[in-house]
């Protein structure tokens, strides 16, 4: 929109309200110590603003919601497929779309089929789930981001990029045991940080010039194809569509959770060009998810992604979501509390080794600060460091690169001054974050272990 004004309009208004809870600090003391002292473990009416994640939780549109009236469950063939498909591939014109469940059941199909021992997958940070469902089957994960990307004060339009130069040297040495090189966009586990369309061409460039296959984790897409028109030159004339539609054209394939930018409860899909190898996720699927028209999901589902991905690529509510995610970030800056710069797409990141320096990172600086948001304002937020990342393949503990807090934005379900007041809590927690305590794991569960884990405060 044109015109003068900074105030940040949601381009939408309310038509649905769901009740929020409030609690007393008593009763948030009592519910966190209940939970082991794991956000995951809370009971979700007790949290009065919920920012542990942006996947599926975000608020649906009329249109969506009409949308879903047309679902059809005919279990092959149903015209709800059809409309998805076309849907994916108005964006995405791979060959094969292959529909799941979520984000990592098109992760486990995939590496299940190209992963194994000795290989080595790279990207530019391996979300949690991809890094599990790669190392599940034997295989390397290898993050390979920018040395900017590691550093959460340094300012880099594209802090999500590829280190390339890093990239070439692991292909010219090792080509053979890489049956894949991933980008993930935006890199969510590095701060929600977009990559530019150069780099995700020079992946691609490398990629092919050593004959290996180059996918997108493309959950927050749009996102990134945002910041690419916002920030990238010659980009800021060209249709959002337009850049995703060559975003893809210079890939192989795709793994996707429909529960991000385009605004579905639950789903996803893999695709790509490769014929054998999709023939091969197509059984797999069959076997865990379902046949090839719904894979997991319901007609109803396919309707709302449908029409979900026409709207996550409109300008206007992009403007808005890269905005109003600014807005907090920037807030918490000029209060003093130290966030990964610059503010990414769908999160701010605080840096919770920075703010904690008190504590050490396996006593996990992250997790301090995710409770202490919890037990002062009711705030669910999530840690992104050594409790998510510290178990190495080997079984030993090593602290994670970053110890980050993930305040994660649902899209189109909070206003501005539920914000507000999220900047007052964190700004009162900072104040006082000399006081909080370490925390000790007591239960750690095999794998993905800060979904389940328990812990103790540290006297
Ligand atoms: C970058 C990235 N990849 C993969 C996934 C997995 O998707 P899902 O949660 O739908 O399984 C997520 C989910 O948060 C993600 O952020």
């Known amino acids: 929109m044109d015109q003068p004004f900074t105030t940040i309009i949601e381009p939408f208004r309310i038509h649905s309200v769901e009740p929020l809870r409030m609690t007393t600090a008593d009763e948030r003391a009592l519910a966190i110590e209940r939970a082991g002292f794991n956000l995951f473990n809370l009971h979700a009416d007790d949290v009065l603003i919920d920012l542990l994640t942006d996947s599926g939780t975000g608020a649906m549109s009329r249109d969506q919601w009409a949308a879903i009236q047309h679902g059809d469950e005919s279990y092959a063939g149903s015209p709800s497929w059809f409309r998805f498909e076309a849907a994916v591939k108005e964006l995405f014109p791979f060959n094969h779309v292959i529909p799941t469940h979520q984000g ?18 790279p990207n530019n940070t391996h979300f949690d789930t991809t890094r599990a469902n790669v190392e599940a089957t034997g295989a390397e994960a290898r993050d390979m981001v920018i040395a900017e990307g590691h550093d959460a004060a340094t300012i880099h339009p594209f802090k999500g990029n590829m280190d390339l130069a890093a990239l070439e040297a692991l292909l010219k040495d090792r080509a053979a045991d890489i049956p894949v090189v991933f980008l993930t966009i935006t890199n969510n586990s590095g701060g929600g940080q977009p990559v530019s369309l150069a780099n995700i061409r020079g992946v691609s460039d490398i990629c092919h010039e050593y004959g290996i296959p180059f996918f997108l984790d493309a959950c927050r897409f749009a996102e990134n194809a945002w910041f690419i028109h916002e920030r990238e030159d010659g980009q800021s004339d060209r249709d959002v569509a337009d850049i995703v539609r060559e975003i893809a054209s210079l890939a192989d394939g795709m793994t996707m959770s429909a529960k991000k930018d385009p605004f579905g409860n639950i789903g996803g899909w893999l695709a790509m060009n490769d014929d054998s190898i999709a023939e091969k996720c197509r059984n797999i699927l ?17 309707e709302a992604i449908a029409q979900g991905l026409k709207e996550a690529v409109q300008p206007d509510y992009l403007r808005y979501r ?29 840096d919770a080794k920075a703010l904690l320096s008190h504590i050490q990172p396996l006593q996990y600086p992250g997790q301090a600060l995710a409770i202490a948001l919890y037990r002062t304002g009711g705030i669910r937020s999530c840690e992104i460091g050594s409790v998510m990342f510290g178990r190495q393949p080997d079984g030993s503990e090593k602290p994670a690169a970053m110890e980050l807090v993930r305040l994660a934005i649902p899209r189109r379900t909070y206003t501005q001054s539920h914000i507000d007041y999220v900047i007052e809590v964190v700004t009162a927690v900072a104040r006082a974050a ?8 007591v239960e750690e569960p095999a794998t993905l272990r800060h979904f389940t884990a328990r812990f103790e405060p540290v006297a």
């Open 286 to 302: 069959i076997l865990t998810e379902g046949f090839p028209t719904y894979g997991g999901l319901a007609g109803r589902d396919l």
């Open 434 to 441: 000399n006081s909080l305590p370490g925390y000790r794991m």
């Open 104 to 121: 990592r059941a098109a992760e486990k199909i995939l590496f299940t089929v190209i992963g194994g021992a000795g290989k080595i997958v």
């Open 322 to 350: 890269i905005r109003s995610t600014a807005y907090l970030g920037d807030a918490l800056d000029e209060a003093g509390v130290p966030v990964v710069k610059p503010i990414g797409g769908h999160a701010v990141y605080i």
